[in-house]
């Protein structure tokens, strides 16, 4: 009690302090980081129940860990949600290439009947109503908050998760401990007897292209993918070709999910017909066998480990 009285002078002086330091302030959040916090804002569904965060989980590199995701009512999505990195730059978004940027992609979740079930005219009224955004659109876009502008801040948050300094890119800059003996091997296999460089070509193992691997049979595989844009029957069962950075953290894999493990992957692509064998339109690569061995199968998934990078995948 005595110490107490003795340092009361102490409280007030603090008091006193906090009264004049500056309150941190919120409105200096980058884009960026704006983009974020709305990526995990529950209230861009419906009934209040998920963000976008909830289908494309941060420790996953942004994808789901299902084949198909849950919606705002639990109804179920009747594609793989997939990672959302190395974003910038790719001219198409979707499994079929139907959104040409990411600001007009973010719009087709939102007012998705299965996905988030929200018109862009009410998501704008319940930013409108919080106090935060309200000075925060208003002092970097000097409006209002919007839909519109909610996707512009999305989209600046999507551009950041870019994936690099994965143990492949140490390899490439020459340090060739890098990774094993056995990824090594798993490269050569990858890039010559697997074909897969053919299609998995840039620096991010995709494409901006569509391909057919033989995932369609227009039966129980039922999914036409690029077909459904251009209705053009060259692009029946067609899809982009994946990037494959951080694949090991993004099962299970394909349009739909129908692949739990890389395992089961490599078994496809090493004989496409025998776990698929009524494909429509398979492209012509895949044709036939690959004949890998089971110490070549582990050298190509000892490879498609090393794509791993350290930041990607928590953001
Ligand atoms: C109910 C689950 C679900 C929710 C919620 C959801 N997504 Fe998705 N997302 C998916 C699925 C499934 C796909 C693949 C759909 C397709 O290709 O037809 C996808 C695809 C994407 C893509 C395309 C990626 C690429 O490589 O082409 C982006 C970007 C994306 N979502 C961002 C978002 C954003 C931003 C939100 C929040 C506004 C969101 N998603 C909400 C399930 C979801
Ligand atoms: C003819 C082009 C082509 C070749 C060759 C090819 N791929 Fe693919 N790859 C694709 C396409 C297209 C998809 C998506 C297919 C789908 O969902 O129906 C895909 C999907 C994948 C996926 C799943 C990614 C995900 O996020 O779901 C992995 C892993 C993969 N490929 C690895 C490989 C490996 C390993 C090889 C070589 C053994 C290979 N690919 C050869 C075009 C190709």
């Known amino acids: 009690m005595r110490l107490l009285i003795k340092i009361w002078p102490l409280f007030v002086c603090t008091a006193i302090w906090l009264s004049f330091a500056p309150v941190p302030d919120f409105t200096d959040m980058s884009e960026a980081e704006m983009g974020r916090k709305l990526f995990f804002d529950k209230r861009f569904s419906k009934n209040y129940n998920i963000s976008c965060a909830d289908c494309h989980l941060p420790t996953y590199a942004f994808s789901d860990t299902t084949a198909f995701s849950k919606g705002f009512e639990g109804k179920i999505t009747t594609r793989n949600a997939p990672p959302l990195t190395n974003l910038s730059g790719r001219p198409y978004f979707f499994w079929d290439g139907r959104s040409p940027s990411l600001e007009d992609q973010v719009l087709h979740p939102i007012q998705h009947p299965v996905e988030m079930g929200m018109t862009l005219k009410e998501l704008t009224k319940r930013l409108k109503a919080d106090k935060f955004y309200v000075k925060w659109f208003k002092k970097h876009y000097g409006k209002l908050p919007d839909a519109n502008l909610a996707a512009r801040a999305i989209a600046a948050f999507e551009r950041t998760l870019e994936t690099g300094n994965a143990p492949i890119d140490r390899f490439m800059e020459g340090d060739s401990t890098a990774i094993s003996f056995s990824a090594m091997r798993g490269r050569e296999i990858f890039t010559e007897k697997g074909k897969c460089f053919e299609c998995h070509f840039t620096p991010d193992f995709t494409a901006d292209e569509f391909k057919n691997i033989g995932l369609f049979n227009g039966k129980n595989l039922n999914d036409s993918g690029r077909f459904s844009v251009t209705k053009k029957t060259e692009d029946m069962g067609k899809f982009r070709v994946p990037g494959l950075r951080n694949v090991i953290l993004t099962a299970p894999y394909m349009h739909n999910g129908m692949f739990k493990t890389l395992e089961q992957v490599i078994d496809y692509y090493n004989e496409p017909a025998a776990v698929v064998p009524n494909a429509i339109n398979r492209d012509t690569l895949l044709n036939g066998r690959l004949n890998l061995s089971s110490q070549e199968k ?18």
Do not use: C, E, H, P
């Open 298 to 315: 582990a050298d190509l998934m000892a490879f498609l480990q090393t794509l791993t990078s350290a930041s990607a995948s928590r953001k």
